[in-house]
């Protein structure tokens, strides 16, 4: 007897067993969504096997009415949802009903396990655990499947979510997959009519397949029995806009999404004439907690007159926009197009460049009429939108006039924009201040924009990781070049007389230090600094300190050789004054390495680097106060 033919016992893989676990124990407030996740998978095995259907006929054997079914049976307090799509061969019920596949699933459950209980359902809705869902409401989950393949042998699998599953051959006279729920005793109000009827109504009315259920009626005083449908099967996508009510798109986004929330903004559309088509768009108010995991990719679904041909087409936006979620309908597309003929099909790119000016248009508005939202979007989807700037060329100005930035002007929290920089900048202004760090604070207290500040100029502050690439891709806004003020030569101090010969009387001791630090390429004196001493900057050309950091972090260090910087000291400062007068009297003196070092190390603490011998910056400094003291 072949081993397959017996029953057999496995063990769940580790984390799902931790994930069925947190399930069953979290207090979950809405528990009926279980119904939605079952449901919704039987519609994707439904459309799995018509998608497939296109190209083999065979598969369906004639039987193309394709419907869902839920039955209870009240004595035996189960409730059982039958599909007649697609089944499952014994190979990929170990597969799909053992393990997540989904990636990501370890660092979900950290963040679960470190939430509180309360927060508990939310991420469980967002994560979509789907199947496993059932646990909440069953102490006992039986699936019985056959897979469309020809010749195919049902399979039945049981579990209690306790950590193991059985699997056994079985019986099933045709195609499709039964899921029965043996429901917990605090679950039975699912054996209720009323209560299955609401449910589907309220989370899954729009599902085009029928989703049926045997009910009892009054017919000429007799009792019979009939199959009703309990849903509209009406796609929401394809209705007028007048005709869906706010509640439904938050219902279907929610279905779709697996949020919780309400969506930020609907973009439902109709495209007509040369290209036909339907979208219905979200954008979420909140990150998904995945997000940052996922692999970033756009995913919408598509489908072809009604006929669901993908849940995760990616051509349809690009990355940047991978934010947004919803659906596509096309009526020009033809129905048998493989899923690899999607990605050259300039059909398709039309659609995509449609619906990316749709979105950029929808955010322009709500940027101008909406600020208080638009600025909650941004916060939460900004840093994926700027990607933008360097991957769509055609909509790189568009872009960046959605792009929200701090400045020295605005309060913490708050936010200008290129338009209104410019606006702003004094006539004889000719370039764009900006300045890219780690945190607002660490930046506003930076030494390079004492100047600025002193006159009145405003800098903007950028200190998103992904700020760099995307002013270097930028280089300039309406004509005027984006600035970092953190390198080059200041242009006042190019210009100045009264520089030269002060750094004509500062020129023995600029030597001295250049040769003593041989971290820096070269040291001289400057206006920019008002209260500090000394700063880096940059060469013109060079790798910022920031953008050194970042690659390191990346791990990338080595496309980052450490680019050495120009140190600049305040000439107007006690210290450097000091320094330069000990040097006058006694250019030997331990004390003016001493004060060179501990101005090279302040620098850098100030641009926000490391200094490289912490202990020894400290016995520098104090060793420099004692002898202050002393004299
Ligand atoms: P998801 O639906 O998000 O992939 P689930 O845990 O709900 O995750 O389901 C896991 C997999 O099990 C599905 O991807 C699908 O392949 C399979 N599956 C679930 N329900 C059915 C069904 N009714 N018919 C066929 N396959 C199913």
Request: one cysteine or more.
């Amino acid at each position: 007897m072949p081993e397959t033919a017996v029953k057999q016992t496995h063990e769940f893989k580790t984390e799902l067993r931790q994930l069925l676990d947190i399930i069953i124990h979290s207090l979950y407030t809405k528990r009926e969504i279980f119904l939605r996740e079952l449901v919704s998978n039987a519609a994707d095995a439904i459309d799995k096997l018509r998608f497939r259907a296109l190209t083999e006929p065979q598969l369906v054997e004639g039987d193309t009415s394709y419907k869902i079914k839920l039955s209870v049976d009240k004595s035996a307090g189960t409730l059982t949802i039958s599909d007649n799509g697609i089944g499952m061969t014994r190979d990929e019920v170990m597969e799909n009903l053992g393990t997540i596949a989904r990636s990501g699933t370890k660092q979900f459950l950290e963040k679960l396990k470190a939430s509180n209980a309360t927060n508990r359902p939310e991420l469980i809705g967002q994560f979509g655990v789907g199947f496993y869902a059932s646990f909440m409401v069953a102490d006992r989950v039986t699936v019985i499947s056959r897979s469309a393949l020809p010749d195919s042998q049902a399979v039945r699998w049981e579990s209690d979510g306790q950590g193991t599953f059985a699997v056994e051959p079985a019986e099933r006279s045709s195609r499709g997959t039964d899921v029965i729920l043996h429901l917990r005793d605090d679950a039975k109000e699912f054996l209720e009519e009323y209560r299955l009827r609401t449910v589907i109504r309220q989370y899954s009315d729009y599902i085009e397949h029928p989703i049926v259920m045997d009910v009892e009626v009054e017919r000429d005083k007799q009792k019979i029995t009939e199959e009703q449908t309990l849903n509209s099967r009406k796609a929401i996508w394809l209705k007028n806009k007048s005709e869906v009510k706010e509640e439904e798109y938050e219902q279907f986004y929610q279905a779709i999404t697996h949020d919780f929330e309400k969506p930020a903004k609907v973009i439902h559309m109709s495209a007509e004439g040369t290209m036909e088509f339907k979208a219905l768009l979200f954008i979420p108010s909140k990150r998904p907690l995945d997000f940052f995991w996922r692999e970033p990719k756009s995913a919408l679904q598509l489908y072809i007159r009604r006929v669901l041909i993908t849940h995760e087409c990616e051509e349809l936006l690009p990355t940047y926009l991978r934010f947004v979620k919803g659906v596509v309908d096309s009526s020009d597309l033809p129905l048998n197009v493989s899923r690899e003929m999607l990605q050259h099909n300039p059909m398709l790119a039309r659609i995509r460049s449609n619906l990316v000016n749709r979105i950029l248009k929808t955010l322009e508005e709500m940027k101008s009429s909406e600020a208080e939202t638009y600025q909650r979007f941004f916060e939460q989807f900004g840093s994926i939108l700027k990607e933008g700037i360097n991957a769509d060329f055609e909509n790189r100005t568009r872009i960046a006039d959605l792009l929200l930035i701090e400045s020295t002007r605005t309060e913490a929290g708050k936010y200008t924009t290129l338009v209104d920089y410019v606006k702003n900048m004094a006539s004889d202004q000719k370039e764009i201040y900006y300045l890219v760090g780690e945190t607002r604070e660490q930046l506003e207290a930076s030494p390079y924009v004492e100047t600025y500040k002193a006159q009145d100029k405003e800098v903007l502050l950028f200190t998103d990781p992904i700020d760099e690439f995307v002013i270097t891709t930028l280089s300039e806004y309406q004509g005027k070049p984006l600035k970092a003020i953190d390198r080059g030569q200041l242009e006042d101090d190019a210009k100045s007389e009264a520089l030269k010969e002060k750094t004509k009387l500062f020129q023995p001791l600029l030597e001295q230090l250049k040769s003593k630090l041989t971290e820096v390429k070269e040291v001289r004196l400057t206006s920019r600094l008002k209260d500090s001493a000394a700063c880096l900057v940059a060469d013109e050309y060079g790798m910022s300190a920031h953008m050194e950091r970042l690659m390191k972090r990346v791990g990338r260090a080595e496309e980052a050789p450490p680019s050495k910087r120009i140190l600049e000291l305040n000439p107007e400062h006690p210290l450097v004054q000091a320094m330069q007068k000990l040097h006058e009297t006694a250019p030997a003196d331990s004390r003016v390495d001493q004060i060179a070092s501990v101005l090279y190390e302040q620098a850098l603490i100030a641009e926000g680097s490391r200094v490289k011998d912490p202990a020894g910056f400290a016995k520098r400094i104090n060793d420099l106060i004692v002898s202050g003291i002393k004299v």
